[in-house]
Nanobody
């Protein structure tokens, strides 16, 4: 079993920055993909960004150039640096870990971008 614990959400003004963290614990194998998803009210959950164990990154178009995903494999920790935040980035952000065929989710952390 794997547990994912997120932190770093909150309220920020448009144009501001936040960094999300997600620490994984439990039976984690060396090859896995971690990512961030988000779900805004009334919308489907969407992939924001993910990164594999060799550092290949993938971003949704709307966050390219503003968000940076990174991971520290020694700490089993995933990060999402979010800059130039917009009101449309407001959502619950979820950490995700895939060790095929297993998949795990964090409990979610709220990010609100508002003046």
């Amino acid at each position: 079993q794997v547990q994912l614990v997120e932190s770093g959400g909150g309220l920020v003004q448009p144009g501001g920055s936040l960094t999300l963290s997600c620490t994984a614990s439990g039976n984690i194998f060396s090859i896995y993909v971690m990512g961030w998803y988000r779900q805004a009210p009334g919308k489907q959950r969407e992939l924001v960004a993910n990164i594999d164990n060799i550092g290949y990154r993938n971003y949704v178009e709307s966050v390219k150039g503003r968000f940076t995903i990174s991971r520290d494999n020694t700490k089993n920790t995933l990060y999402l640096q979010m800059n130039s935040l917009r009101p449309e980035d407001t959502a619950v952000y979820y950490c995700n870990l895939i060790m095929t065929p297993l998949e795990y989710w964090g409990q979610g952390t709220q990010v609100t971008v508002s003046s």
